[in-house]
């Protein structure tokens, strides 16, 4: 049997599948289900990760990821493979000082927001006025 890092893992899958569907996400303004490909997938996660580079992320560096269960989770967290950096994933229900604590803790450079619940909204910022380049 022969193992694959996840992040090259995506992309066979999407020499093998091509436009089947790989997910679905369901969109609350219009009330579908909005399908992505493998192929759709895959194009989307190289380029998170060729922005990783692009923005500076390191091997082995711990990128935060504040967002509900979207597709956009999927393509940090696989780019964030495909470079060998460490996704940190922040909870809805985390304060400020729990995410200050772990942004502190795991030396966060970078955070990855996708807020689309506006409860949601007051953490979010709390969280980028800790993050290092803020100070």
């Known amino acids: 049997m022969t193992y694959h890092h996840l992040s090259v893992l995506v992309h066979r899958q999407a020499e093998k599948y091509g436009d089947k569907v790989a997910l679905k996400y369901r969109d609350y303004e219009t009330a579908q289900w909005i399908p992505i490909s493998w192929n759709q997938f895959s194009g989307t996660v ?3 990760a060729n922005a990783f580079v692009a923005l500076g992320v390191e091997e082995q560096e711990n990128i935060g990821i504040f967002s509900q ?14 470079n060998r950096a460490v996704t940190i994933p922040f909870y809805a229900t985390s304060s400020p000082a729990q995410a200050q604590y772990i942004i502190n803790d795991a030396q966060i450079r970078f955070l990855f927001l996708s807020v689309s619940n506006t409860s949601m909204m007051p953490l979010s910022a709390s969280l980028v006025s800790v993050l290092p380049c803020n100070n």
Do not use: I, L, T
Not at 69 to 82: L, Q
């Open 69 to 82: 269960n979207k597709p956009e989770w999927f393509y940090v967290d696989f780019g964030a493979f495909a």
């Open 46 to 48: 190289r380029q998170a």
